[in-house]
């Protein structure tokens, strides 16, 4: 019987307590609680846990980290710029591109209880974050007479409604073959003293998405691995959901990317606070790392080169491309990303079923994370943008300090002004703007598509092409 099955196994590993109320459970409930334990390996959860109260001591990579090798803003020689765009265009016209977005995370903190992917970001069309990026995608793949396949990471919690989102909305334009859906794993919290998986109810295991750096795994369990190798993709763009500002399959990138024979690029701003809450990328023994901000100490951060420029200066932002070998050698070797753990609160049900909702740290989760492919990839580089017109991140709370929707819409609108100033047009600071991706891309592609001369004096929205072409208006008022 199934009981008897599932007890044989967990009491092997000292974890039978997961059936405990198991008689009260219903048919259906017996029959997912049973899918869940099968899929936990417990042998590595029984490791992991051992290892938990260690950190990794970052303070002998500190001392001998550098700065890494990076493609700079200054000082680039214009036809350098000029040779990597031209090299990473002829690649995704090639059909060696391909794309990979990360949507796993719901919009709580933005006190939005839907996936942040369908957060409502345009400063004036109100377009979700998932339109926007994904019609950057698509007015790429037209840019370039190219077929861009995106595959998109979803999570438990966002799976069901991103997938009926992006059906309900026929996939912005992409077409079916060329979008590929797929979920993210996850891991069961475990009680920080025993090691005991913790039981969320009485018939559910108190489990979490694995990390961003679960994306290896995931793309090969649900396919999508296969679906990259199979049509000859080489390289992937990685970005994530929570940044409409993101230059998606940046021919620059890509072409940098390229000419150093590099299986993972990394974009990076220069920090403006040594404090700042990023990833720093740094170099040393020969290979990328990235030290998080809350294992880098103060004195550290805030070292600086003889010219006064901080020597920790590189903030990763979470856009990369990366090699589809490495992935494929990351899923073959496990030790390839590792496990790192965190001790959380974690709400679950105690030995009688009573809930127990704890104000302190009582459990240990375990989540992978994607830069740790750094130091495995050959040849890794970093290229710096402007934080002005590359990152953007929604994160916070209308009234919060930081990376707010006003603000993100700000830099938006921001941004745009700049196009249509480059672009010959006259638009005061105040005016918002906003211009559809399916208009153009950047500057020297809307110069193309708005008359010399043109003056904005009101909010005023640029629609796709094909609408301007069917003479929709322009103005759009914020409502």
Known sequence: MLKERLHARLIAHGQEHLLAFWERLDTRRQRLLAEQIDEIDFELIRRLHADGGRRSDVRELIARSEPPPAIRLKGLPAGELRRARLHGQEAIR???IGAILVAGGQ??????????????????????????????LAAAARRYEARIPLYLMTSPATHDETAAFFAEHDRFG????????????????????????????????????????GMPAAMARGGALDDVLRRGIEHLFYFQVDNPLVDVCSPEMIGHHLSAESELTTQVVAKTDPLERVGNVVRAGGRLHVIEYSD??????RRRNPDGSLTIWAGSIAVHVIAAELLRRSVESAETLPFHTARKAVPH?????????PETPNAIKFERFIFDLMPEARNAIVVEVDRRSAFAPLKNAPGAAADTPEMVRQQMAALHREWLRAAGAEVADDVPVEISPLLALDAEQLAERIPL????????????????????????HNR
């Open 349 to 357: 049900v105690d030995r009688s079923g009573r809930r127990v909702e």
């Open 453 to 476: 001369g043109t003056r904005i004096a009101e909010p005023t929205y640029f629609p796709p092409l094909e609408l301007r072409c069917n003479g929709m208006r322009e103005t759009h």
């Open 296 to 301: 880098l100490p103060d004195e550290a951060a």
């Open 107 to 136: 919009g709580t903190r933005l006190g939005f209880d839907r996936p942040k992917g369908m957060f409502p970001i345009g400063p004036l069309s109100k377009k979700t974050l998932f339109q926007i990026l994904v019609e950057k």
């Open 174 to 213: 992409l077409p079916a073959e060329d979008l590929v859906i797929f979920c993210q794993g996850t891991m069961p919290a475990v009680d920080a003293e025993s090691g005991r998986v913790l039981l969320e109810d009485h018939g559910r295991i108190a489990a979490s998405p694995d990390g961003h750096g």
């Open 94 to 96: 090639a059909g060696r």
